[in-house]
């Protein structure tokens, strides 16, 4: 995700919504690389690895399960990019798969509440490390939402 300003944003969220990392990149670089980077700096804040970790398309290549594999990652839920082979398209259409690839598309709700509800729209501060500090607030904000309502 890109504010007007064109600083990607990538965001791992828990399954309870919170959001456990986030990272804002000049220029434009590719998806797939980012990702285990990611779940690394997770693992090494929860001290484990995450059960599950799913993304969209993009970063669907098998170097990101192999890595996510090596982290201790047991089922990694992504769609590969291009034509799958009949193996692949099996795993992709069994209903464990579809139902992780249903909650992946469910934050895609969760990034338009944080555009519109917690300044992810547009940093006011310029330069990438204003853009961090602006969207390091919009998670503490949407964070202290998310926990105070689980909490309750």
Known sequence: ?????????????????????????????????????????????????????????????????DDLRDLGVRHVVIPRKGKPSADRRAEEHRPAFRRTIKWRTGVEGRISALKRGYGWDRTRIDSTEGAKIWVGHGVLAHNLVKISTLAA
């Open 1 to 65: 995700m890109s504010t007007p300003r064109g600083q990607p944003h990538q965001l791992v969220e828990g399954d309870d919504g919170v959001i456990v990392d986030h990272n804002v990149e000049r220029g434009n670089p590719a998806d797939a690389p980012q990702l285990a980077p990611a779940v690394d700096r997770v693992r090494t804040r929860a001290g484990r690895p995450p059960r599950t970790v799913t993304a969209d398309r993009g970063y669907g290549e098998k170097a990101v399960e």
